[in-house]
Structures are given as C-alpha cells and as structure tokens.
C-alpha cells in the first residue's frame, strides 16, 4: 500500500509527496510534530500537518532568509533569531565569522530535538559556541529587549497556532525596538498566490510597515511551498536592500551557496505587478 503525506494549499488544491516511512511522529505540548522520508524530498518535517522544511529544498529558504539581510549589512554581530527550531538559519549564520551572538528562541524544545536527532543536515551547529538557546515565548522575549541587536530573523510557522503572536503590530513594535540604529527584520512572509496566504502576507506587510521607516518584499521559488512563491520582508531602520547593497563585498566573503548570488538578491526584490499591487493596497498607496 502507497503511504501519501498531502497538504492542503487551497480548499481546491493540495500537495502530496509520496512517503518511503515515517521516522517519527508525537504530539508536544505545542503541536505536532513528524518527519517522514520520502525518495524525491528526502527527509521532511511537518508541524500540525503542515510542511516546514524538505531536505531537498531546505536550503532556498535558509539561505533567503539569513545572506539577504548579512549582505546588507556585513557588520552584523548580535543577532536574535525567533523560531527556526530545525537550525537552518542558525547553520547559514554560522558561516559569518564576524557574527559574535546568536539567541536563538523557539517556543517548543521538542522541535529542536527531533531535528537534531532526524535532520541532522539542518541541526548542525546547534553545538557553536556563539548560540544561546532560549525555550520560550519569543513574542516576550523580544518585549525586554531595546538596542540590543543587529539582525532579528523571524523564521515563523504560518500565522495560527505557535506563531500566531509573531504577525502582531506589537510583536514588530517590539522589534523595532530591539534592533540597534542599523538594524534589520527579516521575517518570512507568506505566499501571494491562493487566497488565505495572501491575505495574511498584506496583514504583516501593513503592520510591519507601520512599525519601520523601511520595508521592503523579495520573494523565492520553494518548490514544496504552497504555490511555490514565496515572500519575505526585509525591514530596517536606516539600510535600504538593494540600495545600501555591495555584492562585490559579499562575493569577498568566499561563502559557497547554492541558490543566493549578488545578481539575485537585486533580483529578489523586483516583484510581479500583481504582488506589488496587492502589497500598496494595505500601504494605503492607490
């Protein structure tokens, strides 16, 4: 018998990945939480059901989520990343040797160690001296923090459950207030394209607009996301994205990636008209 993990995208459209075993299932007491393996994703971890990461393709959003805002600004050195239990930010900052401390906060310990015992591609630096890890709340975490850091990464579930405080007015009011005078908030920020998606991407990009002088959308092909096309929200309170940018700096980096490049970062930020459309409708831009 054929084993099928499907996900509901749409009330009309669902994806299904053909599942080789399940490795682990359990109910926290947050959510619950399974990793399944499967022969054209690999290993894969859903949460209630719903798809946070595949080995196969882990590596876009991990990379999108983290280079975007370090290459911005290279004299990061505290940064505070909420969420993100499986590693992958972690492990893509850890590759910046100018970064000096990373809090890490995850609201459920289980999420980190079933992802250290079962997707050990994600969970591999969960062991670097600069992490600090944090299990708890990280909508108030952030609430005693002020000038504290330098990049806060979001790294959310969708906006229900767990994550639901982190798309607040007061959780990127918060954050405004944590960052430094060049700080960054790099969030996750939904799909545009199926309906209930897109409707919570306008609300975090109106809230998160009214909290930061500068907010901007870049988005990125993640092939097990619904539709494929997904946003992130890139905000500051001095650094533009693509105007404060230096490739040729990244590039002297030397970090191997397999998705993020200096010509797509500028990219990333060139957006379809009808996303573009629907981000000025909640800026109040007619």
């Not at 990373?102 to 310990?109: G, S, W």
């Not at 906006?159 to 982190?166: D, N, R, S």
């Not at 909290?211 to 901007?216: D, L, Q, T």
């Not at 539709?227 to 980096?253: I, M, N």
Request: proline fraction near 5%.
């Amino acid at each position: 018998m054929d084993l099928w993990f499907s996900e509901f995208h749409a009330s009309g459209v669902k994806l299904s990945i053909k599942v080789e075993k399940q490795l682990h299932t359990e109910q926290s007491d947050f959510q619950r939480i399974d990793v399944f393996e499967s022969e054209e994703f690999g290993r894969f971890l859903t949460l209630d059901g719903y798809m946070m990461l595949t080995e196969r393709d882990e590596f876009i959003y991990h990379e999108m989520i983290t280079h975007v805002p370090m290459a911005v600004n290279p004299e990061i050195k505290t940064v505070l990343v909420i969420g993100a239990g499986d590693g992958g930010a972690v492990r893509e900052l850890a590759r910046y040797k100018t970064v000096e401390k990373i809090d890490l906060v995850e609201i459920d310990e289980r999420v980190v160690e079933v992802c250290r015992e079962f997707l050990p591609q994600t969970a591999c630096c969960f062991d670097d001296p600069r992490l600090n890890l944090h299990y708890q709340d990280g909508l108030r975490f952030v609430r005693r923090c002020e000038n504290e850091y330098d990049l806060i990464i979001v790294d959310s579930t969708d906006p229900f459950g767990p994550g639901e405080g982190l798309f607040t007015k007061e959780f990127y009011g918060n954050c405004y207030k944590a960052l430094t005078e060049k700080g960054i908030m790099v969030n996750q920020c939904e799909s545009p394209f199926y309906k209930e998606d897109r409707i919570a991407m306008q609300r975090a990009h109106k809230r998160i607009v009214e909290s930061f002088p500068i907010s901007k959308v870049y988005q990125a092909h993640i092939p097990t996301y619904p539709s494929g096309h997904w946003l992130f929200g890139f905000a500051s309170k001095q650094l533009h994205p693509v105007k404060d940018y230096d490739g040729k700096r990244w590039l002297e980096l030397g970090i191997k990636t397999r998705y993020y490049n200096p010509p797509l970062h500028i990219g990333a930020f060139a957006l379809p008209n009808y996303v573009q459309e629907l981000l000025e409708n909640v800026e109040g831009i007619v």
